[in-house]
């Protein structure tokens, strides 16, 4: 049985808000995204994972906890579900999206799904990642709070800067196949926001004529936090596929969320992209926030309660 829209468009309101970036223009004109993007999922035969944002200002530049650690719930879940799961990442951010997968159960060890994690760093690399993708037959590529190119070819953070010496040029191997695309993020200057109006990132978004990304997708989330994104597909998949949903029960926890976050921090030195500091939080919001929203989530797509 297909789930209710209503059920579908709850997720969506409660992942894709603004909360104080000024995104609703963008959030208004992808409405009914996510549950597209969760039906197509839904088919998935093979997933292709991109993430990783670099911040490379404060005390401690390093990769955000924001992306890594969505991405890698929502790989582990897949591919406990008997998807076969594949992770690109720029080297700057690798070491983060490592210590996530290991703690979201996903290093192929005894008792842990296989997901495989590629860092790169050059054109010739991401050409190699994307022939492996295709000799794999992905059915679908995933970017997660990825910064893409802008309307001048280079990546720019939320403030305009470009970042290119710390961005690896992922979009191309977004694009590279003939895979479903869906996009997930936050602010304008992500990998996917290409699908959004013309001009409408330049006209609402602070700083928008500079970073939004002209990289478009078939399905785009454009949520409050990149991470939310990922959650709120995970909720989705468990409608759209009931047979999917006591194994993706397991990984949609907020003890797991939690766990993940604090292992990029603490094994990878992640920091928070909007404070810059290395603590476990993400985008300025503390664990407790996050856990509501997850605790919402399972009520809606599971019916339960936090315990």
């Known amino acids: ?46 997933v292709g994972f991109i993430t990783g944002f670099y911040v490379p200002r404060g005390d401690t530049p390093a990769a955000e906890t924001d992306g890594p650690v969505g991405t890698a719930l929502l790989a582990a879940g897949l591919a406990a579900c008997g998807v076969p799961v594949r992770i690109a990442v720029d080297e700057p951010c690798v070491r983060a999206v490592h210590a996530a997968v ?20 050059d054109t010739a690399g991401i050409e190699r990642v994307a022939d492996a993708w295709k000799r794999a037959g992905l ?51 992500e990998i996917g926001m290409g699908r959004l109006p013309p001009g409408l990132i330049a006209r609402t978004v602070p700083n928008g004529a500079e970073i939004a990304c002209i990289t478009g997708c078939d399905h785009l989330v454009v949520a409050g936090v990149s991470n939310w994104g990922a959650y709120g597909l ?9 047979d999917w949903a006591p194994v993706l029960d397991r990984f949609l926890t907020a003890e797991r969320d939690a766990a993940v976050t604090r292992a990029t921090v603490d094994k990878a030195g992640a920091i928070d992209g909007v404070t810059a500091r290395r603590e476990a939080t993400v985008d300025g919001f503390g664990a407790e926030i996050h856990a509501a929203l997850v605790d919402d989530l399972r009520r809606i797509a599971w019916g339960k309660s936090a315990d």
């Open 1 to 46: 049985m297909l789930p209710r829209k209503n059920e579908l468009a709850a997720i969506e309101a409660l992942v894709c808000r603004d909360v104080g970036r000024q995104t609703q223009a963008l959030i208004d004109a992808s409405r009914g995204e996510l549950a597209a993007a969760g039906q197509a999922l839904g088919t998935a035969t093979g």
């Open 102 to 121: 290991e703690a979201a159960g996903g290093t192929g060890t005894a008792g842990k799904v296989s997901i495989d994690v590629v860092g790169v760093d």
């Open 139 to 189: 059915s679908h590529a995933v970017a997660i709070e990825r910064c893409g190119r802008s309307t001048d070819g280079r990546p720019r953070n939320m403030r305009g800067a470009d970042v290119s010496a710390w961005t690896a040029p992922l979009d191309a191997l977004f694009l590279a196949g003939a895979w479903t695309r869906i996009g997930v993020g936050d602010g304008g200057n």
């Open 234 to 242: 995970m909720a989705a998949l468990a409608l759209v596929r009931p």
